[in-house]
């Protein structure tokens, strides 16, 4: 607008001419524009869209047009899309598809169901979701420990590469140790060799949800709820610095400040810290008749009854090669 401001009619030199040099298109000098006209019964619905979509962001216009319509006010779906994309707003749907396989990458059984995790490090898990940003979106992961509820790392990209995955695990191994078992979904970041062979170097049990079950790695999503439902839903990052600054902040008050019902009201920085307090187990309602063949070091008691030392019972999780003493495993 500024370059069309130079363009002059009176001028010594043509408007033609004057337009080449600015670099403007002559047809929006030529047009004359026509003035906006301010409707009041516009304004008055692009409030009530405003209000509503402030209580519920995950609303898109059909439902709009449904709260209109209860509200006095008979709207048609193109009125109430225009009316959002002048306010740029758009319904929380579902994003890019974070957990897309790889048909070439091994992908291991999962190990935790009817598994009591009893301590601090003994399970982490990690996931990808994506976070929407004024043009874009930005992808987050974050690595959590299942007992105290902990993210013990995070990390943002732009893209869905294996990299910043790779650097998140790296950052929580060199802070807080090493778990015993880690879980993840089937995504192509997680089954990556750069990914698995992280976690045999550290000899850590690898296990991956199975398909279909939303459930297997359900402690991660639920912090995705309170993550974008708490900070970024209120907050509306427009750019991937903004979201690096409010995460930042969000992280640290969701770690020691935040009390988490689950861990009777304690912080999930407390409990990993003194190991009391917290407690996970995922269970299986429609497989609750059948015994698991697997064990872990946590519930060492389980395992010694049967004779079979926990590493044992890992390596038959993870590579299906059960040893002799497994037939007493399944007899017991």
Not at 16 to 29: F, P
Not at 100 to 114: D, S, T
Not at 255 to 276: C, F, G, I, M, Y
Not at 284 to 313: F, M, N, P, Q
Request: proline content about 3%.
């Amino acid at each position: 607008m500024i370059r069309h401001a130079w363009i002059s009619a009176h001028a010594d030199v043509t408007q033609k001419r004057q337009c080449m040099l600015a670099g403007v298109s002559r047809t929006t000098v030529y047009v004359k524009r026509k003035a906006v006209l301010f409707v009041e019964a516009d304004e008055l619905l692009k409030r009530l869209i405003d209000e509503e979509y402030t209580r519920h962001p995950f609303y898109g216009s059909r439902k709009m047009v449904v709260y209109l319509g209860r509200c006095g006010h008979r709207v048609n779906r193109k009125r109430v899309q225009r009316f959002m994309r002048c306010m740029s707003l758009a319904g929380m749907a579902p994003g890019p598809n974070t957990s897309a396989a790889h048909p070439q990458h091994k992908v291991y059984p999962y190990l935790l169901r009817g598994v009591p995790v009893a301590r601090a490090n003994q399970v982490w898990s990690t996931d990808i979701t994506y976070v929407r940003l004024a043009r874009g979106f930005a992808y987050l992961v974050a690595v959590i420990d299942w007992y105290s509820r902990r993210v013990l790392s995070w990390r943002i990209s732009n893209s869905m590469e294996a990299a910043f995955c790779v650097d998140c695990l790296e950052d929580a191994l060199r802070e807080h140790g090493k778990p015993e078992v880690f879980n993840s979904d089937q995504g192509s970041q997680f089954t990556s060799v750069a990914f698995t062979d992280v976690l045999k170097r550290e000899a850590i049990a690898i296990s991956m949800d199975g398909r279909g079950r939303a459930y297997d790695n359900i402690f991660v999503e639920r912090l995705w709820r309170s993550v974008k439902h708490e900070d970024v839903y209120l907050n509306g990052y427009a750019t991937m610095v903004e979201l690096l600054v409010g995460l930042t902040k969000y992280f640290a008050f969701y770690n020691t400040e935040r009390p988490h019902q689950a861990l009777d009201n304690q912080t999930p920085q407390e409990v990993h810290k003194t190991s009391s307090g917290g407690g996970a187990m995922i269970v299986d309602k429609y497989r609750s008749k059948e015994r698991l063949l697997v064990a872990l070091r946590s519930i060492g008691t389980a395992v010694e009854e049967i004779g079979i030392e926990s590493e044992s019972a890992i390596q038959i999780a993870n590579t299906g090669a059960a040893p002799s003493s497994c037939e007493k495993l399944s007899a017991t």
